[in-house]
């Protein structure tokens, strides 16, 4: 997707900083590292709702915006093999909106709207 997420990376161009071994976070400049069994990621202070990165049993499943700890924005979802899965706008923790899905090859399987998880269109 032109612009999309990359414009998003690079638009933000996060700096990382890590947690203690207590968990708590540890601020480098105006990000926040957080991490947990099941996210990994940095969220301004300013605006926690930022590009954030969500692994599950190790393997990266999304990167992309988030809004009150929900998927939301423009992201990648990826399968549990590391291949993509799905690029594009989410609301609402869904795919919705305008994205491309892929099967496990990488090819393209869908390319166009999406409502509530669904194809749409």
């Known amino acids: 997707m032109e612009g999309g997420l990359d414009a998003f990376k690079k638009k ?40 954030f ?29 590391g291949e993509k899965l799905y690029e594009g706008e989410f609301k609402n923790n869904r795919m919705h909106g305008t994205g491309i899905q892929y099967f496990h090859n990488g090819t393209r399987r869908y390319k166009g709207d999406f409502m509530g998880g669904r194809r749409h269109g």
């Open 53 to 81: 990165i969500e692994y599950r049993n190790g393997t990266k499943i999304y990167e992309g915006e988030h809004m009150g700890g929900r998927r939301h924005g423009q992201g990648i979802m990826y399968y549990s093999s």
């Open 12 to 51: 933000s161009a996060p700096q990382y900083s890590t947690s203690d071994k207590g968990g708590k976070d540890v601020q480098n400049g105006s990000q926040v590292q957080v991490k947990s069994d099941s996210q990994v990621g940095q969220r301004n202070v300013h605006n926690p709702d930022d590009f």
